[in-house]
């Protein structure tokens, strides 16, 4: 999905992260201009990318040539997964993914941007983004145990039981065990020490959710270069839209003593996520294929009437499929620390009539068969290897070629 909202345009994708869950994410992009840097927003707890706070930092950003991505942790939201399943370690780890994704698909994120529990999690994380600059966090608890006092009244039944359903925000979450041990186990301030990107801590006096005392604690753990800033009487939740843009433009000054390239005024921008172009090469059969700033070429074999200069498109549908699931196994067995060495994906597409094919629904119509087979190298047990196979039926672009699909296609006017 793509849309243009104060001179800032949106485009929705979903993330895999280590577990092989989809995780939803914006990212959003200054209109006509190519993005200084990109940063990445982790929301607070029980929160989504959607909070009206996050969206107003993130225009503030846009506005200022910076390009954001901000998404939901796994099992709040849109994205996929069970929020009962996830921790402070998770929420982490979900953090370091969607970097990943941004390095490969649009450019390594230079700003990392955390509110409330969200604030801590960049901290704990960031030293593992090798691209990070610069950390901002807002309302952030210089300990994530900070949001215990949040379901204090359960945890007795939490331990007699190992589980209990809190309301938080008026809304019912399931906390497990697990979820309470981990905060605990987390060393936020030997990561904030240690933490080598620029600081910037955002924090209202009259917070009355996380006190200014996580503000002070977290200044004095860390080194130079580090700076704070008042944010007055706003709330916790940054509920007023000026104060939410304020953090977003002071954000944005801060960091462009850090960022490490200079705006490029004027410069054309290829919409990342949805922004693929293809023209017409120098035969009817010959195309030209952008991606950001990759340009590759599409063809169809001599056989067909082509020159043969490049992949055809379903080569590209294949490649897309074949792809995804290679990074969504990768992904997986580093997280759960699964001995695979790599993974090879050979495909292969055809048409058969629905009546021969005996997985199809239709028995009447010619329908489209894709052939997947997946080599897994590795001294894996067959659990592993089951576990593994599973794990590709939730590679987003077989998801996008199993589900619904509606295409929108409209005529642009000539260009210039």
Same mark, same amino acid.
């Given at each position: ?26 990212? &959003? ?35 200022? #040539? ?5 998404? &939901? ?120 020490? &240690?933490? #080598? ?67 490029? +005024? ?14 017409? #090469? ?32 379903? &080569? ?51 329908? +489209? ?48």
């Amino acid at each position: 999905m793509v849309c243009v909202s104060n001179d800032m345009k949106t485009s929705t994708v979903m993330i895999p992260n280590a577990d092989g869950e989809s995780l939803h994410a914006l990212i &959003d992009v200054p209109d006509h201009k190519t993005p200084v840097a990109y940063a990445l927003i982790a929301h607070c707890f029980t929160c989504s990318a959607h909070l009206k706070a996050v969206t107003h930092i993130s225009e503030a950003l846009t506005a200022d #040539g910076i390009g954001v991505v901000r998404f &939901d942790f796994t099992g709040l939201g849109h994205s996929d997964g069970e929020f009962a399943d996830t921790n402070f370690s998770s929420n982490s780890q979900d953090i370091v993914d969607v970097a990943a994704y941004m390095e490969l698909n649009l450019e390594p994120p230079q700003l990392l941007v955390g509110h409330s529990l969200g604030g801590a999690a960049v901290l704990n994380v960031a030293g593992r983004i090798e691209s990070v600059r610069a950390v901002a966090t807002i309302g952030a608890p210089a300990e994530p145990a900070h949001v215990r006092k949040l379901f204090s009244d359960a945890e007795k039944e939490v331990e007699e039981k190992g589980v209990a359903t809190v309301a938080i925000g008026g809304r019912p979450f399931t906390i497990k065990k697990q979820f309470i041990e981990d905060l605990e186990r987390a060393d936020l301030p030997q990561q904030i020490a &240690d933490l #080598g990107p620029a600081l910037l801590v955002l924090h209202a006096p009259t917070d009355t959710i996380v006190g200014i005392e996580n503000a002070a604690k977290i200044f004095a753990s860390a080194k130079h270069p580090k700076s704070y800033v008042s944010l007055d009487d706003a709330d916790h939740l940054l509920s007023n839209e000026a104060d939410a843009q304020y953090v977003g433009r002071v954000i944005a000054t801060w960091f462009s003593r850090y960022q490490s390239r200079p705006v490029q +005024d004027g410069a054309k921008i290829t919409f990342p996520a949805s922004g693929i172009v293809v023209s017409t #090469g120098s035969s009817y059969t010959t195309d030209v294929l952008t991606a950001s700033r990759h340009h590759l070429v599409v063809d169809e074999p001599t056989s067909m009437g082509g020159s043969d200069l490049g992949p055809n498109p379903y &080569d590209y549908l294949l490649a897309g499929l074949g792809s995804c699931t290679t990074i969504t196994l990768r992904m997986y067995a580093d997280r759960k620390k699964i001995p695979l060495e790599s993974v090879t994906v050979a495909l292969e597409h055809s048409r058969v009539h629905g009546k021969d094919c005996a997985e199809c629904e239709s028995d009447t119509q010619m329908v +489209d068969v894709v052939t997947r087979s997946i080599n897994l190298v590795g001294n894996l047990t067959d659990e592993q290897r089951q576990s593994l196979l599973k794990i590709s039926e939730k590679c987003p672009v077989h998801r996008t070629l199993r589900s619904e699909t509606v295409i929108r296609t409209t005529l642009t006017e000539e260009a210039s």
